[in-house]
């Protein structure tokens, strides 16, 4: 038998660390699952309460708004597939789930990726975070998840902005980072403030690039649908758990088939809104006239 020349005890530590989080900040774990529960909940409502005609030509005039007619038809079309396999009540879960969670994630990632693009010290600090946010298995996140807030909707939703939230920062960072520095010196030489160099030139001409980033925050968070649902997220996830463990083809393939309408009409609406940004027009244009 082999022995190994040295362990290091790298999961016990992490058990002591989640004990000591359990240990001394209970209340503020019971706070923050709170206020979670309390978003979701009013996400839930909004998307569930109305009428189901009602909530699609919702979404149907968010996609007319963003792309046309098209996208608009294309989005009734999907959302009456989901009404027909009876998942409306399990899709409108999972989009507030989806919502809450990209909510947060983009509040506390852009932000985070604006101080990355301006101080290079705190982006070499957040850049092995983000890697390990990104490659750590997104089962992982659940277990202390599931320790600190239980099951249920919360530890889905905390895992979902852990394992989404990283290209919401990098992207922010790369589109502040890309801005033409010429013109961000001409605010400087015009006496322009930090702050309204920041809002005035940085972020609208990253706009495009930041709205990819929360287009793969809003994708990242619904491929965390099923993950969520095995520990007591509600929505599509939890019919495609059960059809797993029943081997149920025919609930798998109608939850699974709802996930992607999902997904496609929010890829397009997203990308799509990205396109509008003005600087975007701009760079078309001047890309269509070289």
Known sequence: MNETLFRLPVGEWADAFVDVLTDNLDRVFDV???????????????????APWVVALVLA???????????????????AVIY???QWENAMSTLALVLVASLIAVAVGIPLG??????????????????????????????????????????????????????????????????????????HAFGATP????????LPLALPTIMAGLNQVIMLALSMVVIS???????LGQDVV?????????????????????????????????????VAKALRVRAASD
Request: hydrophobic share 55%; no cysteine.
């Open 114 to 187: 604006v101080w990355a693009a301006r101080n290079g010290h705190v982006s070499r600090a957040l850049r092995p975070v983000l890697d390990f946010m990104q490659t750590m298995p997104a089962f992982v996140y659940l277990i202390p998840a599931v320790v600190l807030f239980r099951v249920g909707v919360v530890p889905g939703v905390v895992a979902t902005i852990i394992f989404a939230m990283a290209p919401g920062v990098r992207l922010t960072e790369l589109g502040i980072r890309q801005v033409d520095s010429e013109v961000v010196e001409a605010g």
């Open 61 to 79: 005039a968010a996609a007319f708004f963003a792309k046309g007619w098209r996208l608009a038809l294309g989005s009734l079309v999907g959302l």
């Open 229 to 235: 649902g095995m520990v007591g997220a509600p929505g």
């Open 32 to 50: 923050i699952g709170t206020g979670v529960d309390t978003l979701f909940d009013g996400a839930e409502l909004a998307l569930a309460g109305p």
């Open 242 to 278: 059960q059809a797993l463990q029943t081997v149920n083809i025919g609930l798998g393939v109608e939850a699974g088939l709802s996930v992607v309408i999902l997904a496609m009409i929010l890829d397009r609406v997203t990308a799509a809104l990205g396109d509008r940004a003005p």
């Open 84 to 86: 027909g396999v009876d």
């Open 195 to 202: 702050g309204r160099i920041l809002r005035q030139i940085q």
